[in-house]
T-cell receptor, first 113, second 113 residues
Framework: EAGVAQSPRYKIIEKRQSVAFWCNPI?????LYWYQQILGQGPKLLIQ????????DSQLPKDRFSAERLKGVDSTLKIQPAKLEDSAVYLC???????????FGPGTRLTVL | KQEVTQIPAALSVPEGENLVLNCSFT??????LQWFRQDPGKGLTSLLL?????REQTSGRLNASLDKSSGRSTLYIAASQPGDSATYLC????????????FGSGTRLQVQP
């Protein structure tokens, strides 16, 4: 069974530029999560999707971050414009409807200069 | 609001030692608790998931316990090896609907050969 795929693995941008991350969950997993992990901290949930719909986006900075899940499968997370404090690893995870266990992708490391 | 704390933040032990990593949470109404391993520059690998009806889970040299009444979980690693060197994160699931995880900041473990 293929795991959660993410791309790109690394991205370096200047502040005020825009960037997008892509995630492909495990096949059949209805729930998809985006987490932000700042160096030295645990991951923090940004947004949770159930199929196409948003379950929780209470911690998503909506003035600059946006996310969508196309046809209930792949998802894209966008930052526009980026700030220095957005430098972090962005992790995507998925889980099935029947089980709680979340499976994580390798993450995208973003550096904002 | 749930808060998850892990102590110590870093730990260095000689190879072969048995060790315990601690995780505490403020809201005892957790549903499940999950332990993860994170290697540098990598995503999260699930180690053990303890469901609310269980008190412990075992996998190989790893044993995780959960005491909801005291707000604590421990991860026991027997006969540590240099390959166990990584950051260990615990995370709590708070309710069945939302299913998102609240993470601690992790314990960085170094096992010296």
């Amino acid at each position: 069974e293929a795991g959660v795929a993410q791309s790109p693995r690394y991205k370096i941008i200047e502040k005020r530029q825009s960037v997008a991350f892509w995630c492909n969950p495990i096949s059949g997993h209805a729930t998809l999560y985006w987490y932000q992990q700042i160096l030295g901290q645990g991951p923090k949930l940004l947004i949770q999707f159930q199929n196409n719909g948003v379950v929780d986006d209470s911690q998503l900075p909506k003035d600059r971050f946006s996310a969508e899940r196309l046809k209930g499968v792949d998802s894209t997370l966008k930052i526009q414009p980026a700030k220095l404090e957005d430098s972090a690893v962005y992790l995507c995870a998925s889980s099935s409807t029947l089980a709680f266990e979340q499976f994580f992708g390798p993450g995208t490391r973003l550096t904002v200069l | 609001k749930q808060e998850v704390t892990q102590i110590p933040a870093a730990l260095s032990v000689p190879e072969g030692e048995n060790l315990v990593l601690n995780c505490s949470f403020t809201d005892s109404a957790i549903y499940n608790l999950q332990w993860f391993r994170q290697d540098p520059g990598k995503g999260l690998t699930s180690l053990l998931l303890i469901q609310s009806s269980q008190r412990e889970q075992t996998s190989g040299r790893l044993n995780a316990s959960l005491d909801k009444s005291s707000g604590r979980s421990t991860l026991y690693i027997a006969a540590s090896q240099p390959g166990d060197s990584a950051t260990y994160l615990c995370a709590a699931y708070m309710d069945t609907g939302r299913r998102a995880l609240t993470f601690g900041s992790g314990t960085r473990l170094q096992v010296q050969p």
